[in-house]
């Protein structure tokens, strides 16, 4: 900051007192002359530093980001004034410094960044005591995306192979890339890349001799350069234990009017109890369900019929 004294001095108080009499006298037919001093000063302003930071870098598309100038002064005095916030291109907006905990910040907040790298600048202009100083920073906006599982079986078999397909899925510009990692009973497996599958982002893992039992199966997508991660709902795997089926009848052949017992017997091919029911059909008509018993460790569901008419069933 700068100011200018401006003084007039009488040349003759500057003369010595011997010629003032002359002078004086001559005054009449001289015109007197001033002198104009022009005295500049220098006031110095205390320097200041200034940062400035996001709340959340990278974000994604639509997410409100707020960005914070801080003004920290080299004494022990506090900076005034206002902070003009940029965004890119755009138009400068002033906010007033205030107090924040001791420090003097001024914020804003958007969520209208587009996607791609932002040029932030945060210019604090000063004050009477102050200079002016200046930050920047970049700000990546990433395209938001959206991860789906699906199971090729559920339930499923208990030996049988199962395939998880996840879907990253976006409406903002661009494609994503990068791998997913599927989770099952809490355990990360081996990253897979995205594919394009008609036109859709896809990674699918194959999953050979499943167990029996309930099997938390989800899928995270770890983002790229230009969007951001997700992870997918659980998905909960049911795999059901195998079990063979055999059947019988009695008496077979059978007369015509006579009642014929069929029987059936559900046995695992592991471990376990199988429960439920068993639906008999005769000649292709389903029967009402028949709940399966134990009978000597093992487990049998009867029908009994004596409708059955001659020939073959």
């Known amino acids: 900051m700068t100011w200018q004294l401006h003084s007039q001095v009488n040349l003759n108080d500057c003369l010595p007192s011997a010629r003032r009499g002359a002078s004086a006298r001559r005054a009449r037919a001289q015109r007197q002359f001033t002198l104009e001093v022009l005295e500049t000063r220098q006031l110095l302003t205390v320097s200041v530093t200034e940062t400035l930071s996001a709340s959340a870098n990278p974000a994604v ?44 910040e001024a914020t804003i907040s958007t969520s209208s960044l587009p996607q791609g790298s932002n040029l932030i600048g945060a210019t604090y202009g000063g004050d009477a005591n102050y200079s002016g100083n200046s930050a920047t920073m970049s700000e990546q906006i990433n395209g938001a995306t959206t991860t789906s599982i699906s199971s090729s079986e559920n339930p499923a078999t208990e030996g ?13 510009a ?34 050979a001799a499943i167990t029996r039992g309930t099997h938390p199966v989800s899928a995270t997508y770890n983002g790229d350069a230009n969007f951001a991660g997700s992870t997918s709902s659980t998905l909960v795997e049911q795999v059901n234990g195998a079990t063979t089926t055999t059947l019988g009848s009695l008496p077979n052949p059978s007369t015509f009017g006579s009642t014929v017992t069929f029987t059936a017997i559900v046995v695992p091919v592991t471990t376990g109890t199988p429960t439920g029911n068993v639906v008999f059909t005769v000649d292709g008509t389903p029967q009402a369900p028949v709940a399966l018993t134990d009978v000597a460790g093992q487990q049998e569901a009867t029908f009994t019929t004596s409708a059955l008419a001659v020939g073959s069933h």
Do not use: K, M, R
């Not at 914070?68 to 007033?96: E, I, R, Y």
């Not at 049988?160 to 996840?166: G, R």
């Open 61 to 104: 598309v639509g997410q409100n980001v707020v960005f914070t100038a801080v003004v920290s002064p080299s004494d022990a005095g506090t900076p005034t004034g206002t902070v003009l916030f940029q965004f890119d291109t755009g138009v400068p907006t002033p906010v007033a410094l205030t107090d924040v905990g001791g420090q003097q």
């Open 160 to 172: 049988n192979s199962v395939t998880y397909t996840a879907i990253v899925a976006t409406t903002d």
């Open 174 to 207: 661009g494609t994503p890339s990068g791998n997913v990692v599927f989770t099952i009973d809490g355990t990360p497996q081996a990253p897979v890349a995205l594919a394009d599958v008609g036109g859709q982002e896809e990674a699918t893992l194959n999953v």
